[in-house]
């Protein structure tokens, strides 16, 4: 070997050269990330259409049926990238679950919840939004589908990509809104059921934030501020634990199995009493095991919340994928119905293979694109730790239970994204008040300026406008957009 061969210059060189080297492969892989995304997507949407072609055979409307299954594809990835985190979000958020095991959780009971109890029959289009004898023919029906369909998809992925978590409830009534008033002027819309929905852009979120928020408060005033806290904890704790496995049982009773079995609201509410008196009494021992040994301070009561949370992501994920996954083929379904039959005027179920086609697409587009929006929901609005977690997700399932009982239209996004204000909200508010108190012991000089105060605010105001801005804007976005669809759909493809 020669002595230039050991030249430490040339292995400086050839440090360079590796580290360039290294740095190409991390970017390579960051810029390919988005790119290996979009290209499963795309994958997918052409698997749904295929199997849309390969089950219909040759009958008249298959190419109408296989560009549906298409968009509806579409709209269940942009479902799986958007609505879930709201789910999902808390519990990352609070560090109680990684994004991998979060998506991981969600994909099961996502997928177990769309399969099992998602067979929603869709009796009138779309929750009665429009009249279906108003398009006069099943033409007109199936073009106005399909352009709710690809309207509301693109509405939902414009959103994600800005980072705002929308309702695709609301996307999917403003697509069939926009195309019922496209192919049969306004009186085609059930405007009763408008106001209906228009009612709980406002009630859901406030309902929401209100309940976590108190909640809260009583995990404060009841846990947090006492002298023994771990003792506290062992009193308190399993009835919180308790009061949402009642909550999360009637909730699923409610909404998650109306497939399998028809359960009425008083029905639901004994079932989740008594699901919720077993828990507390089972939640005593195992609360008084977990704190055997912690401090009294708070970062011991995390622990405490740590199971219950990831319980709770798991049973939102089942009863979002029983709901949720008819925004996405509940379209498609009538547009299969109409195209096999030319009956678009009755109820009608949702056949297996496009449950399977709703079901695999929130799961690839929440493994494919979730994190984004889970992150949002979990770390950027507010700082959540375990215990405001919690209040998120019970928040979450009592409120359902609540608007259910007073026959409101919700949507799981603003209930959720509201509970995550109403914490923030809270803790801004119970600061104030407490520096209130102690103001009187701090010297003037030694107070924070007014416009520190402001700096220090525990809710993201940027965030707060961006995703308030986006709620009220969802249904009409979707509506013109889908009546611009419409128009080029009816002009472009003729159905017959």
């Keep these: 070997m020669s002595h230039n061969d050991l030249d430490p210059s040339h292995l400086e060189t050839l440090d360079r050269d590796l580290g360039r080297l290294s740095t190409l492969e991390q970017a390579t892989a960051y810029v390919s990330r988005p790119v290996i995304g979009l290209g499963v997507g795309l994958v997918f949407v052409v698997f749904a259409a295929l199997l849309a072609a390969l089950i219909f055979g040759q009958a008249n409307n298959t190419l109408v049926v296989v560009i549906a299954a298409a968009f509806g594809a579409y709209m269940a990835l942009n479902i799986g990238a958007n609505d879930v985190a709201n789910n999902m979000g808390p519990a990352v958020g609070a560090n109680a679950l990684t994004m991998g095991g979060a998506i991981a959780i969600a994909v099961v009971f996502e997928s177990a919840g769309a399969l099992i109890a998602g067979g929603d029959v869709v009796s009138t289009i779309a929750k009665g939004i429009i009249a279906p004898e108003s398009m006069g023919t099943p033409g007109a029906f199936i ?38 008033i496209a192919a049969a002027g306004f009186a085609a819309v059930s405007w009763g059921q408008m106001g209906a929905i228009a009612a709980s852009w406002v009630i859901s979120p406030m309902l929401g934030g209100a309940i976590a928020a108190g909640f809260l408060w009583f995990i404060k005033s009841n846990i947090i501020y006492t002298e023994d806290k771990i003792a506290s904890a062992r009193r308190w704790v399993p009835v919180l634990v308790g ?18 079995v028809k359960i009425d609201l008083g029905a639901a509410l004994l079932i989740g009493l008594g699901a919720g008196v077993l828990i507390w009494l089972v939640m005593i021992p195992v609360i008084r095991h977990q704190s055997e040994g912690l401090e009294n301070r708070n970062k011991s009561l995390k622990v405490l919340f740590g199971i219950p949370l990831i319980v709770s992501a798991a049973l939102l994920s089942f009863a979002h994928g029983a709901n949720d996954v008819a925004n996405a083929v509940g379209p498609l379904a009538a547009i299969v119905q109409a195209s096999s039959t030319g009956d678009f005027t009755h109820a009608f179920g949702i056949p297996i293979w496009v449950m399977v086609i709703g079901a695999m697409g929130i799961s690839f587009g929440l493994f494919l694109f979730g994190p984004k929006l889970i992150r949002m929901v979990g770390n950027q609005i507010t700082k959540l730790n375990p215990m405001r977690a919690y209040c998120v997700a019970l928040s979450a399932a009592i409120t359902v239970i609540v608007a259910s009982w007073l026959g409101l239209p919700v949507s799981s996004t603003h209930i959720a994204v509201g509970g995550v204000f109403g914490v923030g909200f809270f803790r801004e508010w119970d600061a104030e008040r407490r520096m209130r108190n102690v103001k009187a012991a701090v010297p003037k000089e030694m107070r924070p300026a007014p416009e520190e105060r402001r700096r220090r605010k525990l809710v993201r105001r940027s965030h707060f406008m961006t995703i308030i801005a986006a709620w009220v804007i969802t249904v009409p976005a979707a509506a013109l957009l889908s ?11 003729e159905v017959s």
């Excluded at 949402?244 to 699923?252: D, E, S």
């Excluded at 009546?483 to 493809?493: E, Y």
Aim: aromatic share 8%.
């Design 483 to 493: 009546a611009a669809i419409f128009t080029v759909i009816r002009g472009v493809l």
């Design 143 to 180: 073009t106005a589908m399909m352009a709710a369909l690809l309207a509301s998809a693109l509405w939902v992925n414009l959103a994600t990509w800005i980072g705002a978590p929308v309702s695709t409830t609301h996307s999917v009534v403003g697509g069939v809104m926009g195309a019922g």
């Design 243 to 260: 009061i949402m496995g009642g909550a999360f049982t009637a909730y699923i009773a409610l909404k998650g199995l109306k497939q399998l």
